[in-house]
Nanobody, 126 residues
Framework: QLQLMESGGGLVQPGGSLRLSCAAS????????IGWFRQAPGKEREGVSC???????DYDESVKGRFTISRDNAKNAVYLQMNSLKPAETAVYYC????????????????????WGQGTQVTVSS
């Protein structure tokens, strides 16, 4: 059974950093595009960053230069390094997967992804 598990969320002060991890079980991540999305209370889910199976990455404009997505196929995991966090980025962060072997194009629309983790809470507050 295909499962995704996020970890690394928590409480951080404005300007601080967190590194989120997305671990996969039941399948090999290297053949999947992975997306990080977030949803704040009362708001729609939005794309943060996505990486294709070919390791091309894309970012929402609001996080460019501060967030970095990476994948470690040997560890079957994808990471999201988040720096200079802002209070408005408080949300539940989800990772998601779409089976797309050998694809270089990055798709960062939630409708593209069909497997989702349970999410990890990120709270940015002083």
């Amino acid at each position: 059974q295909l499962q995704l598990m996020e970890s690394g969320g928590g409480l951080v002060q404005p300007g601080g950093s967190l590194r989120l991890s997305c671990a996969a079980s039941g399948f090999t991540l290297r053949n999947y595009a992975i997306g990080w999305f977030r949803q704040a209370p009362g708001k729609e889910r939005e794309g943060v960053s996505c990486i294709s199976s070919g390791s091309n990455a894309d970012y929402d404009e609001s996080v460019k230069g501060r967030f970095t997505i990476s994948r470690d196929n040997a560890k079957n995991a994808v990471y999201l390094q988040m720096n200079s966090l802002k209070p408005a980025e408080t949300a539940v962060y989800y990772c998601s997967a779409a089976y797309t072997p050998g694809t270089v194009q990055v798709m960062c629309n939630s409708a593209y992804y069909d497997s989702w983790g349970q999410g990890t809470q990120v709270t940015v507050s002083s």
